[in-house]
């Protein structure tokens, strides 16, 4: 058996051994990453908070899940979106709820963190709080409005880039650099083959994650992503241009559409706003009061964006409210809709 003989049977034994142990090499990644999690209970409630990973380096992110177990009947009251987590950039931020055959439901928060240092942090204590409906219970202590579980604090490490005991201590060149030796070609060879065999493998693992990354979608409560959209809309400010206001009220009225067709079913992003506010006029829970406050943003959007009237910051700050009490008053019973990875939550339609 010659020499080429030997190289192409390496060659493709390493391939296969490598495409074959994807799953093993993952397994062993996720054990490594073992994060930190804290647990409390009350009576029907159960509470996990998890933190991965327990070590991070100062860079990397963060995830941070909030889990709660509740029995039949009981109404969960969670957090409001990024409460108690000022210190950290959110990233993204994924809500979930699964109601099972009994009637216990399971709620779910996850948080993607950014640490703005490196050295000693904590997630501050949680608060999840319960209305118990169950016969023959009582529903909240007395001169309470509900019943208050709060998580321990999670205090965890942000390793710094710098390894450890690292000085600023200047030290002396290198000594004088050896003649470089004469390639083997074996070995040269060897090395060519090792390199293919480890690009093609990484190769298949990033298709792989890409291919299951495309098929996530998750579940989102419609208030809750039209409410974070609008959150990062407002979070750089008022505009101050004109092209930046025609810009704002675009985008702004876009995101109060997007959530009328979730939350009311109102599948027309085509229609005018006279077209659109006479739909929604026979929308069911969508009250007097709320088409007339509909209707107020609406028409001041189309004045801006399409009449090219100019407005004050006062008026793009009453806009802003507008579509927030909107937003707010219409919550309750608000739909969960599906979102895949990078879904905004407002798509590519007209204002």
Same mark, same amino acid.
């Given at each position: 058996?010659?020499?080429?003989?030997?190289?192409?049977?390496?060659?493709?034994?390493?391939?296969?051994?490598?495409?074959?142990?994807?799953?093993?090499?993952?397994?062993?990644?996720?054990?490594?990453?073992?994060?930190?999690?804290?647990?409390?209970?009350?009576?029907?409630?159960?509470?996990?908070?998890?933190?991965?990973?327990?070590?991070?380096?100062?860079?990397?992110?963060?995830?941070?899940?909030?889990?709660?177990?509740?029995?039949?009947?009981?109404?969960?009251?969670?957090?409001?979106?990024?409460?108690?987590?000022?210190?950290?950039?959110?990233?993204?931020?994924?809500?979930?709820?699964?109601?099972?055959?009994?009637?216990?439901?399971?709620?779910?928060?996850?948080?993607?963190?950014?640490?703005?240092?490196?050295?000693?942090?904590?997630?501050?204590?949680?608060?999840?709080?319960?209305?118990?409906?169950?016969?023959?219970?009582?529903?909240?202590?007395?001169?309470?409005?509900?019943?208050?579980?709060?998580?321990?604090?999670?205090?965890?490490?942000?390793?710094?880039?710098?390894?450890?005991?690292?000085?600023?201590?200047?030290?002396?060149?290198?000594?004088?650099?050896?003649?470089?030796?004469?390639?083997?070609?074996?070995?040269?060879?060897?090395?060519?083959?090792?390199? &293919?065999?480890?690009?093609?493998?990484?190769? =298949?693992?990033? /298709?792989?994650? +890409?291919? $299951?990354?495309? !098929?996530?979608?998750? *579940?989102?409560?419609?208030?809750?992503?039209?409410?974070?959209?609008?959150?990062?809309?407002?979070?750089?400010?008022?505009?101050?241009?004109?092209?930046?206001?025609?810009?704002?009220?675009?985008?702004?009225?876009?995101?109060?559409?997007?959530?009328?067709?979730?939350?009311?079913?109102?599948?027309?992003?085509?229609? &005018?706003?006279?077209?659109?506010?006479?739909? =929604?006029?026979? /929308?069911?829970? +969508?009250? $007097?009061?709320? !088409?007339?406050?509909? *209707?107020?943003?609406?028409?001041?959007?189309?004045?801006?964006?399409?009449?090219?009237?100019?407005?004050?910051?006062?008026?793009?700050?009453?806009?802003?409210?507008?579509?927030?009490?909107?937003?707010?008053?219409?919550?309750?019973?608000?739909?969960?809709?599906?979102?895949?990875?990078?879904?905004?939550?407002?798509?590519?339609?007209?204002?």
């Amino acid at each position: 058996m010659n020499l080429n003989s030997l190289s192409l049977r390496f060659f493709l034994t390493l391939i296969s051994a490598l495409l074959l142990n994807v799953d093993g090499l993952t397994a062993v990644a996720d054990e490594e990453l073992a994060g930190i999690t804290v647990s409390s209970e009350s009576g029907p409630v159960a509470v996990k908070v998890t933190l991965n990973p327990s070590q991070p380096v100062i860079g990397d992110e963060i995830t941070l899940q909030i889990e709660v177990n509740a029995a039949a009947e009981v109404e969960v009251l969670m957090p409001e979106f990024g409460e108690a987590l000022d210190r950290y950039t959110i990233v993204d931020f994924v809500p979930r709820q699964r109601v099972s055959a009994d009637g216990s439901a399971t709620f779910e928060q996850r948080y993607t963190l950014q640490p703005m240092r490196s050295g000693l942090q904590m997630i501050p204590p949680i608060l999840i709080e319960f209305v118990d409906h169950r016969p023959g219970q009582q529903s909240a202590p007395e001169d309470l409005d509900a019943y208050e579980i709060l998580t321990d604090r999670i205090d965890f490490t942000v390793q710094s880039v710098l390894p450890s005991g690292a000085g600023a201590e200047l030290k002396p060149p290198l000594g004088r650099l050896e003649p470089l030796r004469t390639v083997d070609p074996v070995r040269s060879a060897l090395w060519w083959v090792l390199v &293919t065999a480890g690009l093609i493998s990484a190769v =298949a693992i990033v /298709a792989v994650y +890409l291919r $299951r990354l495309r !098929q996530r979608v998750v *579940q989102v409560n419609a208030y809750q992503r039209a409410r974070r959209n609008l959150d990062r809309l407002l979070v750089n400010g008022e505009p101050s241009s004109a092209d930046e206001i025609a810009a704002f009220f675009v985008a702004i009225s876009r995101i109060v559409r997007r959530y009328l067709e979730d939350r009311f079913g109102l599948r027309a992003p085509d229609l &005018t706003t006279e077209e659109f506010l006479e739909l =929604a006029s026979g /929308a069911q829970n +969508l009250t $007097r009061e709320h !088409q007339e406050l509909l *209707q107020d943003f609406l028409r001041q959007a189309d004045l801006v964006k399409f009449a090219g009237v100019s407005v004050s910051s006062d008026e793009v700050r009453r806009s802003s409210e507008l579509a927030m009490r909107f937003l707010d008053e219409t919550r309750e019973n608000a739909p969960l809709v599906d979102e895949s990875p990078g879904d905004d939550g407002v798509g590519d339609r007209d204002g």
